[in-house]
């Protein structure tokens, strides 16, 4: 029985349609929901034209009741029924209560090296800092931010000349490649560090 994976996402959705294309065959996975909690965005239009059933919860629309939002993003979920959850670009931070609903089920990718440069700006971080290497981690997601156990890292040296655009940019595919791999693992129980190269 293929186990079942939503995605959340706020954006361009790049990670989540890797996600997507990559559960065929004997993929132990299959995507059953992308959940976007902006309206309009790129990933949305790609959920849609990969045929995955998709959902806008719009934060905006909860004003400061961030438990209402994730009321309604948890509504959504259950009723999807997935085993695992993947936060894919997804721009919102998630209680403990919400996560501790989905103990053990939720993936996240951040673009660093973990446990350097937790939360936001992690690319002209990891030049102010002169890292010599920069990449991107897959953590399982726990109540502190960026801090859960870490299934899988991709890395590249930082070059001369370096900015934070040039980082991100070649650093996209190495997250679509880290992140459909260690999906595939997580999905068959193996919870063993992936590294890469
Ligand atoms: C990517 O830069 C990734 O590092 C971060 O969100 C950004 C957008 O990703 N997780 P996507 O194209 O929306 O998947």
Known sequence: MSKRVAILISGGGSNMEALVRSMT???PARPVLVLSNVAGVGGLARAEALGVPNVVVDHTQFGKNRAAFESEVDHALRAARP???CLAGFMRILT???ISGWAGQILNIHPSLLPRHKGLNTHARALEAGDAAHGCSVHEVTAELDDGPILGQAAMPVQPGDTPDTL???LLPMEHALY???LQRFASGNRELLRMP
């Open 168 to 170: 991100a940019k070649r």
């Open 25 to 27: 065959g004997d993929h």
């Open 96 to 98: 403990p209560g919400f």
């Open 180 to 182: 459909t791999r260690v």
């Open 83 to 85: 085993d695992i959850i």
